[in-house]
């Protein structure tokens, strides 16, 4: 569980390099893309290092759920999620896609026949209602909900919750260097083939800060995840325990950019923290 904790406060760091990235140029087609392109390098080169010519996976099951890791939890997710953020601006979007654990629940139910009894559920309520408190602070104005948002919104918890599930399926007969590798490279030829970033303007500084950016929240955060969900399990607590990302990135907002953070925001980091807590602690 600590693995699974440990990539969200990775995650939360995604914050700094969106912004570092907007600031020298980049917007989100080019941020998206490099953030793949630069994971799927690294993770290539390091599974080939560790496993030579084992880096190439042969079982079509497992690569089967490699593509949809990263087609689903990586390059649709971004897509969903971008479009979320335009039609119902930052904090709906937020909001929208921590509805992910719900879906996590539902398919490791279907899939792994995981039982869920009450406590289970009322940390799932509270992880939610967390969340949602510590995004937006109650604070839900400048949003324009409609049907193409909510539909982007739920997309967007939808492919997040279906990381934990592919990642344990795929992982099943692979390591997690490889086994991400296959997934960004999937990731990267469908945001390069929907998304098809302009990458004529991409500078050295724009390249270094991506690689970054493919680096600590992306390459170190999901093998660190991926590891985790072996050592868990019960599935439909794992978006819960990684949960703590929002937390992280409030407290990183607080105290790098001055961003003003209300009593809402604090109860919401409380009730996430206590609802990671219960759920640690539910059988």
Excluded at 232 to 249: N, Q, R
Aim: proline share 2%.
């Amino acid at each position: 569980m600590l693995q699974i904790f440990t990539a969200g406060i990775l995650w939360g760091t995604i914050g700094v390099f969106v912004k570092s990235l907007a600031s020298l140029g980049a917007d989100s087609a080019v941020t998206c893309f490099l953030r793949m392109a630069s994971a799927f390098l690294i993770m290539l080169t390091v599974s080939v290092i560790r496993h030579g010519r084992g880096a190439i996976i042969r079982d079509k099951r497992t690569l089967i759920f490699c593509v949809l890791l990263g087609l689903v939890s990586h390059g649709i997710f971004n897509v969903f999620y971008t479009s979320s953020i335009k039609i119902n601006g930052m904090g709906i979007a937020c909001v929208l896609m921590y509805t992910a654990p719900v879906f996590t629940a539902v398919a490791s139910g279907i899939i792994f026949h995981e039982k869920f009894p009450l406590l289970k559920i009322f940390a799932l309520i509270l992880n939610i209602a967390g969340c949602i408190l510590t995004v937006t602070g109650g604070d839900f104005s400048g949003g324009n909900i409609s049907m193409a948002g909510i539909f982007a919104g739920l997309g967007t918890g939808f492919c997040y919750g279906m990381a934990a599930v592919f990642g344990r399926l795929a992982g099943e007969k692979t390591d997690s260097l490889t086994m991400s590798a296959h997934s960004y490279f999937a990731a990267m030829l469908f945001l390069a083939l929907y998304m098809r970033p302009d990458l004529s303007a991409v500078n050295t500084g724009i390249l270094g800060l991506g690689f970054l950016y493919g680096l600590i929240p992306t390459s170190l955060a999901y093998v660190v995840y991926y590891n985790g969900i072996r050592s868990v399990p019960d599935t439909g607590k794992v978006p819960v325990i990684a949960s703590v990302e929002p937390v992280a990135a409030v407290i990183i907002g607080m105290t790098v950019y001055g961003e003003e953070i209300g009593a809402a925001n604090f109860v919401g980091v409380a009730v996430v923290l206590i609802s990671i807590i219960i759920m640690s602690k539910a059988e």
